[in-house]
């Protein structure tokens, strides 16, 4: 791909509107401090979810709203000129800090470390809140998009819940999940609302499990969701029958109503599989089974048809 050509003489906005997207999504999806994108009158265009950690702002809170709402007073005209300078003055990035409004009307020192792109028209920013509470470590284990648990983190983690289930004398399930539809949505209306969908996900899908299980983002469209101290079949098809109906509902994305729905598969521990790689094996292959028969349900791997 030329990027110089596609930058300085495509004149398809739709081909420039997708390759800025691409650059702003790895931008902030690959950042594992707080990392932003400010237009140049200062509104947030989008930041990755790492700021509701550290700051207690969503998000959705953010978008939209504008940086001079969160500078203290005493630190607005010194920060903003440094923002200016980008722009006027012949230098490629800055830094600087100021004092940033956190949810619970708090102050943290924050760090700013500061690109300006001409061709975006934007500010990229990557930053830290210094008197945060959140350990920079701790930002590696969510994802950028849903602030749920990642792979980093379910590969930690799984192990040390089947251990623990292994010793006080329960089971446990893992569901392998994933949406139905979601490149339809994207195609049709964009990897924002696609974005959006996934967020939306997330939300319903941590909602339903509450304090009854993890629920992590695999890649894409994939999630998958731990049962720790799941009792017995009927007890994580119950679960997981509360998913899909959850998930089935519609959802309101750039002024359309969606539908999509979502298969299920689920392995069983001890029964299925004693370690987790095999584990998530089993329930990943239950899942493509409902994905090959109409999708939009549940299967257990012990069922499939190969199995007899």
């Not at 398809?12 to 509107?17: A, K, M, N, S």
């Not at 630190?75 to 800055?94: F, G, M, N, P, W």
Request: proline share 3%; charged share 25%.
């Amino acid at each position: 791909m030329d990027i110089h050509y596609l930058v300085h003489e495509c004149h398809d906005p739709e081909t420039l509107q997708r390759l800025f997207y691409y650059e702003r999504y790895s931008w902030l999806a690959l950042s594992q401090d707080m990392a932003a994108v400010i237009s140049t009158d200062g509104m947030f265009e989008d930041v990755n979810t790492h700021w509701e950690m550290a700051t207690g702002h969503s998000r959705e809170t953010m978008q939209h709203s504008y940086l001079t709402e969160y500078i203290h007073f005493d630190d607005r005209e010194q920060a903003l000129a440094a923002l200016q300078a980008l722009i006027t003055a012949d230098i490629a990035s800055t830094s600087f800090s100021f004092r940033f409004l956190q949810e619970n009307g708090d102050y943290c020192r924050t760090n700013w470390n500061v690109v300006y792109s001409p061709d975006h028209e934007s500010y990229f920013c990557v930053v830290r809140c210094l008197s945060s509470q959140v350990k920079p470590e701790q930002l590696a284990y969510r994802d950028a998009l849903t602030g749920l648990k990642n792979r980093l983190a379910l590969d930690e983690q799984l192990p040390k819940d089947l251990s623990r289930a292994r010793d006080i004398g329960t089971g446990a399930a893992v569901i392998f999940l994933d949406l139905d539809g979601f490149k339809q949505v994207n195609d049709s209306l964009g990897h924002k609302a696609g974005d959006s969908l996934l967020m939306r996900t997330a939300k319903r899908l941590t909602d339903c499990i509450g304090n009854r299980g993890s629920v992590y983002r695999l890649a894409g469209d994939e999630f998958i969701v731990v049962l720790a101290r799941n009792q017995d079949k009927d007890t994580a098809k119950a679960v997981a029958t509360e998913i899909v109906e959850t998930l089935a509902h519609p959802y309101n994305l750039e002024e359309a109503s969606v539908r999509t729905s979502a298969s299920l598969g689920l392995a069983l521990f001890p029964d299925d599989a004693n370690h987790p790689v095999d584990l998530l094996d089993k329930a990943d292959k239950a899942m493509y089974h409902v994905k090959r028969n109409g999708k939009n349900g549940l299967a257990f791997y012990a069922e499939l048809p190969q199995l007899g």
